[in-house]
Structure formats: C-alpha cells, structure tokens
Nanobody
Framework: QLRFVESGGGLVQPGGSLRLSCPAP????????IGWFRQAPGKEREGVAC????????KYADSVKGRFTLSRDYAKNTVYLQMDGLKPEDTARYYC???????????????????WGQGTQVTVSL
C-alpha cells in the first residue's frame, strides 16, 4: 500500500549529488525495516540501501557503496538517501519502502516490503 511521498529527485550532471527524503508519519523508524529501491525502464527493481529492524546495520548495494548514505531523522520521522558521485547508471525512479518483518537480507527486489511510496525520478545526464 502507498504510504510515503518521496521527494528530492531531479536532473543532475554526473558527479553531482541529490538527497531524497521520505517522511514516514505514523511509522516507528526503529520498529520497521526501511529500504530504498530503484527501478530503471526495462529493468527489475533493485535494493539500493536498507536498514533492518533487527541488527540496525545499514546495508548498501555494491553499485552504490561509498557513494550513497541512508540516514534517519527521528525528530522529523524521516528517512533520507544522500546520493553523491552520481553516475548515469543511477538513473531510475527511487522508492522508499518499509515492513515490520525482520529480514535477514533487506535488499533484494523489495517483494517482502509492505508499504511503499510513489517514487521520485532521478536522472543523471549531461
């Protein structure tokens, strides 16, 4: 079900940065497993970053490790995805998702997640 409204996407040149926001009213950021996913045209949805409600360790896809950072602001009850060093291959629609399930592997294609947003488009191009 759609519960989030992501923002912060846009057009950026290679090497640039964007910060995506996902306000999560009514969600306990520690109780839920939270993830960021993306889907490019013609490709499967893939997990970019996530934090499990079990080990509280943030995990990243190899393709974004060292460039993307997932963070949580408890005061604003908002999850962020800071994206630096953007590449054309990062172009996709990005989604925030959550589940109360304890996932041993919180990346993947997101099928285990119950709550989603409508997504925000990120385009990396000259």
């Amino acid at each position: 079900q759609l519960r989030f409204v992501e923002s912060g996407g846009g057009l950026v040149q290679p090497g640039g940065s964007l910060r995506l926001s996902c306000p999560a009213p009514g969600f306990n950021l520690d109780y839920h497993t939270i993830g960021w996913f993306r889907q490019a045209p013609g490709k499967e949805r893939e997990g970019v970053a996530c934090i499990s409600n079990s080990d509280r360790i943030t995990k990243y896809a190899d393709s974004v490790k060292g460039r993307f950072t997932l963070s949580r602001d408890y005061a604003k009850n908002t999850v962020y995805l800071q994206m630096d060093g953007l590449k054309p291959e990062d172009t996709a629609r990005y989604y925030c998702a959550a589940t109360t399930d304890t996932l041993l592997y919180c990346l993947g294609n997101g099928d285990e997640y119950d709550y989603w947003g409508q997504g925000t488009q990120v385009t990396v191009s000259l």
